[in-house]
């Protein structure tokens, strides 16, 4: 009686775990990309999202200083990218690396405040 009152109360300590809301664990630039991602890159196409299991990377293409955050509203990451006023002589490749514990419906994007279609989306 008692390993069974002992495994009941093993079983219910995992079951608010298994029932949690998933959180992203992970948002931030990175410098370098594993050569795999590097491959599918596009320079000529300002927002693209590449998928690769439980991580992601978005890249962003701008002449400007950019800025990024993120959000979490229901089933959704909201990913805000907001870039300066000046301008830069180059364009620059900004690429940010998300990492989440569990699918998510949608990633949106929102540049300068506004939502933005990715112009190509890959998945590795």
């Avoid at 219910?12 to 599918?40: I, L, R, Y």
């Avoid at 805000?80 to 301008?87: A, P, Q, R, T």
């Avoid at 419906?105 to 590795?124: L, S, Y």
């Amino acid at each position: 009686m008692r390993i069974l009152l002992v495994a009941l109360l093993v079983v219910a300590g995992f079951f608010p775990a298994g029932c949690s809301d998933p959180e992203v664990t992970s948002f931030n630039e990175v410098n370098q990309v594993p050569g795999d991602v590097w491959e599918h890159v596009r320079p000529k196409l300002p927002l693209q999202l590449l998928s690769s299991g439980d991580h992601s990377y978005i890249v962003f293409q701008s002449e400007r200083a950019v800025t990024a955050d993120y959000e979490i509203k229901d089933n959704r990451v909201i990913i805000k990218l907001d870039e300066s006023e000046s301008k830069q002589e180059v364009t620059e490749t900004h690429i940010y690396k998300l990492r989440t514990d569990a699918k998510r419906d949608k990633i949106d994007v929102r540049v300068n405040g506004e939502q933005r279609p990715f112009d190509q989306v890959t998945g590795f």
